[in-house]
C-alpha cells in the first residue's frame, strides 16, 4: 500500500522515523572517520609532547612550564598518554638504540627517512607487519653529537579510542532513535486528530448537517484551515436559506399565472366571460401565459448561463454605445413619458453582444418599472482599459437590507418582484470579468458597471 493511502498520523510517523534512522546512519558512517581523523592528530600531539618531555627531562623549569600550561588534570591525562609513547634513538644516521624489538626493514626505512629529511621534527606513518605504526622523528643534541629521537605509538591505540567512543555514541544514537518515536508518535496524533476532526464536520457538511459549528482553538495553518470550514458551513446555511425562499417565490411566481390561464380557460368553456367580452377575458390569458413565459425563459437562461462558465465563450468587438441605442429604442415606448437623457461615446468593447444586450435589457426594464419621470444612462472612459456604465433612475431608494443583496443568488428581487433579471445581470458580468453595483442618491438609484474594454 503507498505511503499517502496510510492514516496521516502514521505518515507523520514514519517520516520522522525515517529521518531519525537517516541521521543515524549517516552519522554511523561519519564519525568513524571523523573520529580517526581526530585521534591520528591526537596520536602525534601526544607523540610530540612525550619527544619534548625526553629532551627537557633534566630541565626542572621545562617541565614546571608544561605543567602549568596545560593545567593539573590535562597535564595528568597527558602524562599517561605519553606513557603509552615508545622511543629509540638513531646517532650518526646509522647506529640504532632500541629497548624494544623492531623489524629491520622498519628501522633501514626510518634511517632513510633520516637522511632525507630537512626540518627538525617530522611527522610519519607506515607499517610494521600488518600493523599501522605512527611515529615522529626529531633531530636533538647528546653528549655533543646530533642525534635523532624516534617516537613511535601504534595503531591498536587509536582503534581502541575509535572503538570505545564509537561504541558509546553508537549507544547514545540508539537510545535517541528508540524514545524519538515517543515525540513521533505524540507529534503525528497533535497534528492528525484536529484534521480528523475537520473530515467528520465536512461530512457532517456534505449530509446537510449544518448546525454544528467548527471551533479550533489554534492559529497555524489546520486553525485556518477550520475558520475557513466555519465560513463554507455558514455560507451553505445562507445558500441554502436563500434557496429555499427562491424556489418557494418562483413556485408561486410559475403557479399564479397557471391558475389564471386555468381559471379563465374553464370559465370561457363553461360559457362565462370574467372581463366581459371574449376577447377581454382570451388578453388576460394571453397576459398570463406571456408573464409565464418570461418566466421560465429566465431560469433557462440562468441554467445556460452556469453551464457557460465551465465553457469557453464567444467574444466579439462591438460598439457599446451602439448596442445600447438599439435597446433604448426597442423599450422606451413601454413608458414614453419618461424623460430620457443619454450621454453615449463611441467605444468598443470585446465580449458576447447577445449577452450584453440581455444585460442592458435587464437593467432598462428596472429603470423603467422604477423610474419616476427620468432616467440617465452615460458611458465613460475610466481609464485606458476599463469602462464605466452608469444607469440612473428618479425613482426611490433601495432598502438598505436589500441594496447589498441585490443581486445575490436565490434572493427575492426589488419590491418583492420576481428577482431573476439582476442575477442574470450579474452571472453576465462575471464572465465578462465586469463588477457591477447598486448606490442610493439623494435623488433616485444608481447602477455602475465597471467593464474591461478587452476580455482577458
Not at 609513547?85 to 629491520?104: G, R, W
Request: proline share 2%.
Amino acid at each position: 500500500m503507498k505511503m499517502k493511502n496510510r492514516p496521516l498520523s502514521i505518515q507523520i510517523w514514519i517520516v520522522f522515523a525515517t529521518i531519525t534512522l537517516c541521521i543515524s546512519i549517516l552519522l554511523s558512517i561519519l564519525l568513524p572517520l571523523t573520529l580517526r581523523d581526530f585521534f591520528t592528530k591526537e596520536i602525534y600531539a601526544t607523540i610530540e609532547n612525550a619527544q619534548r618531555l625526553m629532551f627537557n627531562r633534566f630541565d626542572i623549569e621545562s617541565i614546571i612550564d608544561f605543567l602549568e600550561s596545560n593545567g593539573l588534570e590535562s597535564s595528568r591525562q597527558t602524562l599517561e598518554n605519553i606513557r603509552t609513547v615508545n622511543h629509540f634513538m638513531v646517532y650518526n644516521e646509522n647506529d640504532i638504540i632500541t629497548s624494544s624489538p623492531l623489524s629491520m626493514d622498519f628501522l633501514n626505512k626510518v634511517k632513510n627517512e633520516i637522511k632525507v629529511q630537512k626540518n627538525i621534527s617530522q611527522r610519519y606513518s607506515g607499517k610494521v607487519g600488518n600493523e599501522k605504526i605512527f611515529y615522529v622523528i626529531t633531530k636533538g643534541k647528546s653528549l655533543g653529537q646530533d642525534v635523532f629521537l624516534v617516537s613511535y605509538m601504534w595503531d591498536s591505540y587509536r582503534q581502541d579510542l575509535v572503538q570505545t567512543l564509537f561504541k558509546k555514541l553508537l549507544l547514545i544514537m540508539f537510545i535517541v532513535f528508540v524514545l524519538s518515536w515517543i515525540p513521533a508518535i505524540g507529534l503525528s496524533k497533535y497534528l492528525s486528530n484536529p484534521l480528523v476532526s475537520l473530515e467528520k464536520r465536512v461530512e457532517k457538511l456534505a449530509n446537510h448537517e449544518w448546525n454544528e459549528a467548527v471551533e479550533l482553538d489554534r492559529g497555524d495553518e489546520i486553525g485556518h484551515l477550520g475558520e475557513s470550514i466555519e465560513k463554507l458551513r455558514k455560507q451553505l446555511i445562507y445558500q441554502d436559506e436563500m434557496q429555499q425562499s427562491f424556489l418557494q417565490h418562483v413556485s408561486h411566481e410559475l403557479k399564479t399565472p397557471v391558475m389564471v390561464i386555468r381559471s379563465y380557460s374553464q370559465a370561457i368553456r363553461d360559457g362565462i366571460y370574467p372581463k366581459g367580452d371574449l376577447d377581454c377575458s382570451v388578453e388576460v390569458i394571453d397576459e398570463e401565459a406571456e408573464r409565464l413565459e418570461k418566466r421560465i425563459r429566465n431560469l433557462l437562461y440562468l441554467t445556460k448561463l452556469d453551464y457557460l462558465a465551465n465553457h469557453e465563450m464567444s467574444s466579439e468587438t462591438f460598439s457599446l454605445d451602439n448596442l445600447i441605442k438599439d435597446v433604448v429604442d426597442r423599450l422606451y415606448l413601454s413608458r414614453p413619458e419618461l424623460d430620457w437623457n443619454l450621454d453615449l461615446p463611441q467605444i468598443n468593447i470585446s465580449g458576447d453582444m447577445e449577452q450584453w444586450r440581455v444585460v442592458i435589457e435587464n437593467l432598462l426594464d428596472n429603470q423603467i418599472r422604477y423610474a419616476n419621470s427620468q432616467i440617465l444612462i452615460s458611458l465613460k472612459e475610466k481609464n485606458s482599459d476599463k469602462v464605466c456604465l452608469k444607469f440612473w433612475n428618479d425613482g426611490p431608494n433601495i432598502e438598505n437590507e436589500i441594496l447589498n443583496s441585490l443581486f445575490s443568488e436565490f434572493n427575492k428581487g426589488y419590491k418583492g418582484e420576481f428577482g431573476l433579471g439582476l442575477v442574470i445581470v450579474k452571472r453576465i458580468l462575471n464572465l465578462h470579468n465586469s463588477h457591477i453595483w447598486a448606490q442610493n442618491e439623494e435623488v433616485g438609484v444608481s447602477f455602475y458597471i465597471e467593464i474591461p474594454k478587452k476580455m482577458g
